[in-house]
């Protein structure tokens, strides 16, 4: 019996890098993956393809987030895909990753900017956990992608920045009220990842050098090292954490 049988997933940005191979990995471990996505189909269908390819169990949810009705639309199309399964509507794990950056430093950043990075990174995720808790069950776990942003200044993605701080503190906060049903609530916080978002960051060996520099370890993260975080965080093994933030930067400013 694999660690997550029985249990289902729920995987927000799941089309492409770290929610991509989260979805795979925890479908490796037993668990019926829902793969969200919001505008790249073809992606969404791929990690699919990746996971059953490999003899696991996913199905795909589309809905844009950061629109009217965006949660509502989202956890409608859940259930409605657990119940073509026979599966019933309910959640063992969600893993808040959707996300994207817009760079711009104090001088730069505008308010629209702001409120789409704060909409994705920080109300989306709230909301999730809010509507989504009639079909979490006990024992439940719920995992949310930060960044090592929060810590480390980055001038260039500031709203970004503070964006994933407010994730952070989502996670503290949900942790405490949510322990009574023996969720666990954590946060991971990569460093530079090797994914199409960060792409400019390895696009050439010199700005993948400078990158890998920064780590203790010599190298920039794989989306993998993400999800194996993860996929501890989802199992049994991880029952006596909760509302930590784990830094998965590779020692990446030490």
Not at 78 to 87: C, H, I, K, N, V
Not at 113 to 129: E, I, S
Not at 165 to 181: C, F, V
Not at 217 to 231: H, L, N
């Amino acid at each position: 019996m694999t660690a997550l049988e029985d249990r289902t997933a729920l995987v927000t940005g799941a089309g492409r890098g770290i929610g991509q191979a989260i979805a795979c990995r925890l479908a490796a471990d037993g668990a019926l993956v829902a793969v969200h996505y919001g505008s790249d189909e073809a992606s969404a269908r791929r990690t699919v393809e990746l996971i059953t390819e490999c003899g696991g169990r996913a199905f795909t949810v589309h809905a844009p987030l950061g629109v009217p009705d965006d949660i509502r639309t989202l956890y409608e199309r859940f259930d409605s895909a657990l119940q073509e399964l026979g599966e019933p509507a309910a959640l063992d794990i969600l893993v808040n990753n959707a996300g994207f950056n817009i760079r711009g430093g104090v001088a730069e950043v505008t308010p629209q900017d702001f409120d789409r990075l704060m909409t994705v990174h920080a109300k989306a995720p709230l909301f999730l956990v809010q509507q989504g808790l009639r079909r979490l069950r006990e024992g439940g776990r719920i995992i949310n992608i930060s960044s090592a942003a929060t810590r480390v200044s980055l001038p260039s993605s500031l709203a970004y920045s503070m964006a994933k701080s407010a994730l952070d503190a989502l996670t503290h906060t949900l942790a405490r009220e949510l322990g009574d049903r023996q969720i666990t609530v954590n946060s991971v916080a990569p460093g530079f990842v090797k994914t199409d978002m960060n792409k400019r960051r390895w696009c050439t060996p010199e700005n993948e050098a400078a990158h890998a520099a920064l780590s203790v370890f010599g190298r920039m993260g794989q989306p993998t090292d993400i999800a194996d975080i993860v996929a501890f965080l989802a199992s049994d093994d991880s029952r006596w954490i909760t509302g930590q933030c784990i830094d998965a930067s590779g020692g990446t400013g030490l």
